[in-house]
Nanobody, 125 residues
Framework: QVQLVESGGGSVQAGGSLRLSCGASGYTVGTRGMAWFRQAPGEEREGVAAIDARGSTEYADSVKGRFTISKDKAKNTLYLQMNSLKPEDTAVYYC???????????????????WGQGTQVTVSS
């Protein structure tokens, strides 16, 4: 049984930083495809950053240059480093993983099979 558990969310002022972590059990990080999505109230869930098995990455235009997705195979954990946070980054952030090999990394939800419970990120101005 695959479980993804996010942590690291919280409240921060604009311009600040947070690092989200996604610990996986029943799934080996770095072997297929993983991503971070977010959903703000009243909005659709949107892809933020994705990484494939080769380490290739893809970012939403709104976060390019500010967010970095990475993986630590030894810790079996996916990360999202978020810098220069803006109020519009406020959302629930979800970690997701694919059951099959994905290449290139994808920012649409359909190919992903497993989802975490989400962690709240709130950025105040």
């Amino acid at each position: 049984q695959v479980q993804l558990v996010e942590s690291g969310g919280g409240s921060v002022q604009a311009g600040g930083s947070l690092r989200l972590s996604c610990g996986a059990s029943g799934y080996t990080v770095g072997t297929r495809g993983m991503a971070w999505f977010r959903q703000a109230p009243g909005e659709e869930r949107e892809g933020v950053a994705a990484i494939d098995a080769r380490g290739s990455t893809e970012y939403a235009d709104s976060v390019k240059g500010r967010f970095t997705i990475s993986k630590d195979k030894a810790k079996n954990t996916l990360y999202l480093q978020m810098n220069s946070l803006k109020p519009e980054d406020t959302a629930v952030y979800y970690c997701t993983a694919s059951a099959v090999l994905l290449s290139p990394p994808l920012l649409v939800p359909g190919p992903y099979n497993y989802w975490g419970q989400g962690t709240q990120v709130t950025v105040s101005s």
